[in-house]
């Protein structure tokens, strides 16, 4: 059987009830909004895995969780994403650069690259920070529906520029399994990792 597989940093509870708060503030925006339980910052994704390559996969990751150190994410602005793309494709909330942040994904995509060469390119092209630029975390509030969006006159689009200022701390990451359904994807956590203590 194969598993659609990412890495992720879940948030608390706290702080999904305030993301999914802000996505109340543009009721006229065509988009699909996020359900509150599946905001997460993608790691690395993975795509369909063995039964066999996600036991690797589970023990590669808290390997690496167990050699960085618990850090802070400041989540700081809502806006469209791409950007300079337009139509824009998505809402997005960013989070700040962060050092910690840069090297627990670095540590992840070698860690993985040294076990799993097929993934190589979905990797590399993934990788922020390995790409030689400092990677920024952002997460998927809702995904703009484009046909309706264009139909809005650019005067009237609703303006999604919003500066926030949300903070939570990370002490773990998850092996994350992603099912496709009718409603849209469904995520459970098969693998909670630990960062140092």
Same mark, same amino acid.
């Given at each position: 059987?194969?598993?659609?597989?990412?890495?992720?940093?879940?948030? %608390?509870? !706290?702080?999904?009830?305030?993301?999914?708060?802000?996505?109340?503030?543009?009721?006229?925006?065509?988009?699909?909004?996020?359900?509150?339980?599946?905001?997460?910052?993608?790691?690395?994704?993975?795509? #369909?895995?063995? !039964? !066999?390559?996600?036991? &690797?996969?589970?023990?590669?990751?808290?390997?690496?969780?167990?050699?960085?150190?618990?850090?802070?994410?400041?989540?700081?602005?809502?806006? #469209?994403?791409?950007?300079?793309?337009?139509?824009?494709?998505?809402?997005? $909330?960013?989070? &700040?650069?962060?050092?910690?942040?840069?090297?627990?994904?670095?540590?992840?995509?070698?860690?993985?690259? @040294? +076990?799993?060469?097929?993934?190589?390119?979905?990797?590399?092209?993934?990788?922020?920070?390995?790409?030689?630029?400092?990677?920024?975390?952002?997460?998927?509030?809702?995904?703009?529906?484009?046909? &309706?969006?264009?139909?809005?006159?650019? @005067?009237?689009? %609703?303006? $999604? !520029?919003?500066?926030?200022?949300?903070?939570?701390?990370?002490?773990?990451?998850?092996?994350?399994?992603?099912?496709? +359904?009718?409603?849209?994807?469904? #995520?459970?956590?098969?693998?909670?990792?630990?960062?140092?203590?």
């Amino acid at each position: 059987m194969k598993h659609r597989i990412f890495i992720a940093i879940n948030f %608390p509870e !706290d702080i999904k009830k305030r993301l999914e708060d802000y996505q109340g503030k543009w009721p006229d925006l065509p988009i699909r909004w996020t359900k509150k339980e599946n905001l997460h910052i993608t790691l690395v994704f993975l795509g #369909y895995l063995t !039964d !066999d390559e996600l036991l &690797e996969i589970c023990k590669i990751t808290k390997e690496v969780a167990s050699r960085n150190q618990p850090f802070s994410i400041n989540l700081n602005k809502i806006y #469209y994403g791409p950007p300079r793309k337009m139509p824009p494709r998505m809402v997005w $909330v960013q989070g &700040e650069k962060s050092k910690e942040f840069i090297l627990l994904k670095d540590d992840l995509e070698k860690s993985l690259l @040294e +076990k799993f060469t097929q993934y190589r390119p979905a990797l590399l092209e993934k990788s922020g920070a390995g790409a030689g630029r400092a990677f920024s975390s952002h997460i998927t509030l809702g995904r703009i529906k484009a046909w &309706e969006f264009r139909q809005i006159e650019p @005067e009237e689009r %609703p303006l $999604v !520029d919003e500066e926030i200022n949300l903070i939570f701390e990370v002490n773990s990451i998850e092996v994350m399994e992603s099912k496709l +359904k009718r409603g849209g994807a469904e #995520y459970s956590i098969l693998e909670s990792c630990s960062l140092k203590s």
